[in-house]
């Protein structure tokens, strides 16, 4: 059972351009909403992160917009640049447990 | 802080063959997690420890899989035998809080 749908598998964005990437969940004990960012042969980092307890967050041109009624949240990326060339994953945990249920990524291209 | 350290970062045998992931966590950090990445099946959470103690199990596949985490320093994920279906990036995650997880650059395993 996949808790956490991603989507676009895959976006190509032009430099200056706002990707967004989607993520749906099912459960809704789920109360801490992650993005991760993977380059190849590294391991995720963590890029922002937000609660069910506000709409919106904003870390540099990283946002995150959540809304609990629909079970979504989304990541949207300002300016854009090459170097946000990535691979980039959304997460969930909650009701208990502490460990992560992720989103299949979605592999984002930015051209110069 | 040097971060999450997996060794080795690249691992190589034959099916049949014991093989044994090794990780090092952040220090003071008190929760430790193992996560596989597949192209098929993405991020999966395998196991995950609170302060050196097994918390949950359920997402190890086979009992060919077993972890440990002797202290707090330290912790082994196992395979044995191995099969080619194992093949996959293994990483290590640690966090000191509920939250934030850290992952290491991962263990890219081929099993033959």
């Known amino acids: 059972q996949q808790q956490v749908k991603q989507s676009p598998q895959s976006l190509i964005v032009q430099k200056g351009g706002i990707p967004i990437i989607n993520c749906a969940y099912e459960n809704t004990a789920f109360d801490y909403f992650p993005w991760y960012q993977q380059f190849p042969g590294k391991g995720p980092a963590l890029l922002i992160a937000?609660?069910?307890?506000?709409s919106e967050k904003k870390e540099g041109r990283f946002t995150i917009s959540f809304n609990k009624s629909a079970k979504q949240f989304s990541l949207h990326i300002m300016d854009s640049q090459p170097g946000d060339s990535a691979t980039y994953f959304c997460a969930a945990k909650g009701g208990g447990a502490d460990g992560l249920t992720f989103g299949k990524g979605t592999h984002l291209i930015i051209q110069p | 802080d040097a971060g999450v350290i997996q060794s080795p970062r690249h691992e190589v045998t034959e099916m049949g063959q014991e093989v044994t992931l090794r990780c090092k966590p952040i220090?003071?950090?008190?929760?430790l997690f193992w996560y596989r990445q597949t192209m098929m099946r993405g991020l999966e959470l395998l196991i995950y420890f609170n302060n050196n103690v097994p918390i949950d199990d359920s997402g190890m596949p086979e009992d060919r899989f077993s972890a440990k985490m002797p202290n707090a320093s330290f912790s082994t994920l196992k395979i044995q035998p191995s099969e080619p279906r194992d093949s996959a990036v293994y990483f290590c995650a640690s966090s000191s809080s509920r939250d934030t997880q850290y992952f290491g650059p991962g263990t890219r395993l081929t099993v033959l």
């Open positions: 220090s003071g950090h008190d929760y």
């Open positions: 937000i609660r069910p307890d506000v």
